[in-house]
Each structure stands twice: as C-alpha cells, then as structure tokens.
C-alpha cells in the first residue's frame, strides 16, 4: 500500500521492525514508558529476571509483540542469566532444556533473538537445536548479528522456522543525535529495501527518542510492523 506524503509530495513505502531488548529486569516509569509508544514495536524479555513474567503480561495486554530475548554465549566474557545461557560447552540435552525453560518462563512471546552470543550463534549445533524448539512450538527467530560469523539466520532458515536479521543497533551510543541518527539510518534501509528491522534497548535515551521521532516517521509516511510481519 502506497502512502503520498502531501507536504513534500512523496512516496514512502518503508515498513520499519523495532525490536527492543533486556526487559525483565525492570518494572518502572522507564518499562511502562516502553508500553504507551503508539507504534506496533517487539518487546524482548530476558528470561530468570524478577519482572520477566509480568512484564510479558503487561506488553501483550497493552497491545505490543513479545519475544524471549535468550542469553547464549559470548566470544568474550559471557555475562549473567547462569540458569538459561547456552553454552558452547553444553550437551544437546541442556541445550534443549534451557531453551524449553525460557518458552515456558515468558509464555506470552511468540519468538526469540539472542541476547549477547557471538559464539554460540557462530556454532551450528547449538542453533540447530534451538531451531528444532522454535519450529516445534511455531516461534520465529531473529539474528541480532551480534558477531558477523552467525549462523543462526542461515540455521533456522534450513530448519524452517521463519526469521530475519537485524540491519540497524539503534544505541550501541547511549547518546540522544546518536540514537537519532541510527533511527533515521533505519528509515532510509527500510525506504530502500521495502523493510529493515532495527534493535535498542531498554533504557531512558532510547525511550526518549521514540517517543519524539515516532510520530514524525508515522507523518512521513512509514509504517511499523510487529517482527512476526517482518520474518519469512
């Protein structure tokens, strides 16, 4: 569906997929700051934190997306999450336990990334068995690209389980002209190609900015799509 911007006389057809990680750690003005965006953006819970159920709850209520955003482990050092991080040293069976553990933990998310992971989504028998979870409980996945050696996009593909990578890291820079700039780097990804998928995180600055350039990216015409439109 085209969209004419009248004031500049233009065509924008970009649909934008925002992906917001590291919630279950926090239930405050922040958090619920993140539940009144007027846009249709995907939510990632960290498993094992103290608001990681609620604040499923509370998103899929309030109308957002839900996914589990699932620790695997780092090149460097791999931080927290000791009860579901995926670990290259692991057997099968673990593996597949933890993953079953994080689905059931957050049963409202309807899809998965990974949090950290640059070795483990670099190894094919770890997100084989991921994959296998994810077809089995019809979940989608989305690679963060956190390491340019993944194969998880490649993985789930060959396991069917529809997905799609991350384009844009919305604030690497906790700062509000970087995060700014990273957004409007998004926008023109999904001009081009028709649809990019960004992803920021829970925090004050990323907040703030959405909150200002949603509604201006809306008047221009681009439209935000839940992940589960963005994956295939």
Partial sequence: EKEIVKEKNEVVEGKIGIIIDDFGYRNDEISDGFLNLNANLTYAIIPGHTYSNLFGKKAVESGYEVIVHMPLENTGKTFGEENFVLLTSMEDKTILERVNKALDQIPTA???????????TSDKRIMNIVGNVLKRHGKYFIDSRTSSETVAETTMRSRGVPTIRRH??????????????????????AELKGLAVG????????LKVLKQEIPRLKEHGFKFQFASFAVE
């Fill in 199 to 206: 992803i920021g995180h829970a925090k004050t600055n990323t």
């Fill in 110 to 120: 309807i899809g998965m990334n990974n949090h950290q992971g640059s070795k483990a």
């Fill in 168 to 189: 844009v890291f919305l604030d690497n820079e906790d700062k509000n002209n970087k995060i700014r700039e990273q957004l409007y780097k998004l926008a023109d990804k």
